[in-house]
């Protein structure tokens, strides 16, 4: 998992706006089989999380995996997106 510095800005301050400090990687199935999906969390004195340009990501099993080939980043509009170089463009 790759978070850019920009989308480590904005990740940080809607952490902090929600009271949290960690970054929840989930797995969920969807229409097309099964997508990564993340949540804001705040991390148990047990959890081992991953820390991604500084932020914490907790993460397990298949999530793992599937964060290999994602990037967090900051789109053309300011937004922040989940781009993965493994998905196919289109669903299904």
Partial sequence: MIITDEAKVVLEEMLKENGQDALQASL????CGTSLYFTFTNKKA???PVVV???N???EGEAVLKTNTVTLKIDDEGKLTVEDSAQSSGCC
């Fill in 46 to 48: 047990d959890d081992q």
């Fill in 28 to 31: 969920e199935q969807s229409c």
């Fill in 53 to 55: 340009n500084g932020i």
């Fill in 57 to 59: 990501v907790l993460m």
